[in-house]
């Protein structure tokens, strides 16, 4: 009982503790100016970046359907040799 009793009573002064927060400082207009301009210019460096990024990836894409699309072609011609090299 006394073990109940005392991890209720550790449970709501831990609750009391978390409540007691304190709120989050609030950004004057100087500050919010500042971060937008921080922003912009992150996101235009970034936005170099990724692009970059997708067109590497696009040719690497674009290589592997080639070469994938040219071995079905060519397995399909060797088979096809080979079949009418039996027929003959």
Known sequence: MNKILFLCIAFFLCSLLAACKKDPPRLSRSHY???????????????????????????????QATDSIYQERMAKIIKKIKADAKQD
């Open 33 to 63: 100016k500042l971060v937008d301009s921080l922003v912009q210019q992150r996101r235009a460096i970034l936005r170099e970046e990724l692009d970059s990024l997708c067109d590497i990836r696009f040719a690497t894409e674009i290589d």
